[in-house]
């Protein structure tokens, strides 16, 4: 019983804390915008429209300095502190938008 009791308590623990890709967003919509419809700095691709995994390899790419143009540094400072967790909910939710 002490057992299920533990693991209910990190499930619930678990679900509470999750990465929430909308609350990540709003840092990212400062420059590409409310609904991922703008060219960061007028520099990036525009963003709305892309596949969750297209999103994902490219946050993974910047992460590991192996993917960007002309924005490269500004966003591995962007996405250093990011998570497997975090990415896939951030790349959730940009490819939700449109």
């Known amino acids: 019983m002490k057992k299920l009791l533990v693991l209910a308590a990190v499930v619930c623990a678990t679900s509470i804390f999750a990465a929430d890709g909308a609350s ?4 990212c919509a400062t420059c590409h915008g409310a609904k991922a419809e703008k060219a960061a700095l007028n520099k990036s691709q525009i963003i709305a429209g892309w596949s969750a995994d297209k999103i994902t390899a490219a946050l993974n790419g910047y992460k590991a300095g192996t993917y960007g143009g002309a924005l490269k540094m500004t966003m591995v400072g ?6 497997d967790e975090k990415i896939k909910a951030l790349a959730t939710y940009i490819s939700t938008l449109k």
Request: charged share 30%; net charge positive; hydrophobic share 50%.
């Open 24 to 27: 990540l967003f709003k840092t």
């Open 78 to 83: 962007q996405v250093k502190a990011l998570d």
